[in-house]
């Protein structure tokens, strides 16, 4: 057991409230004027499933978890849950809650490496790396004239018809880089 602040605390972290052990969902930190920063965050318990939105002060301390993290890669959907597999073979369903924002990353077989993090056996949340590659199946042609490389547009993913905002410059077919963590276009690969 450890000690953390709720200021600290992101995405797949453990912490025990009212003696049952919750994983953070979503962390939204907030700082207004004079009033004391807060930390508003979405968790799921584990024993229960139930989801709740507490809102802590940012120094507040929580019992945080030791947990067993794995390196596994996404294999496919199977409704109502993601299928992982680790390096043994062995397969995790996670559900499509548990996964929040990244699900529309994943496509099948991807050999982007994750890491599944698990409480006692049970796997309860997934982190992509920091940049994945995926191909553009569709954007508009870019008008021409304005070439200072500040216009966005918009793009659909390929395998996963995910919308995000890439540079003017890219066109169907290319493969782009994009940060998991804001599921922000970073750049057009060669």
Known sequence: MSVKLAGELQSGNVIIVENSPVVVLKAQYNKSGRNAAVVKLRLKNLMTGRISEPIYKADEKLE???????????????????VFVDEEFNQYEIDAETLGDIEKFLTPDMTDVCEVTFYEGRPISVVLPKTIIREIEYTEPVARGDTSGKITKSAILKDTKHELQVSAF??????????TETGEFKRRCT
């Not at 945080?64 to 993601?82: D, F, Q």
């Open 64 to 82: 945080g978890v030791m947990l067993e993290k794995k390196p596994c890669t996404y294999s496919y959907y199977a409704p109502p849950a993601h």
């Open 170 to 179: 890219v066109e169907i077919g290319d493969k782009i880089e994009i940060d």
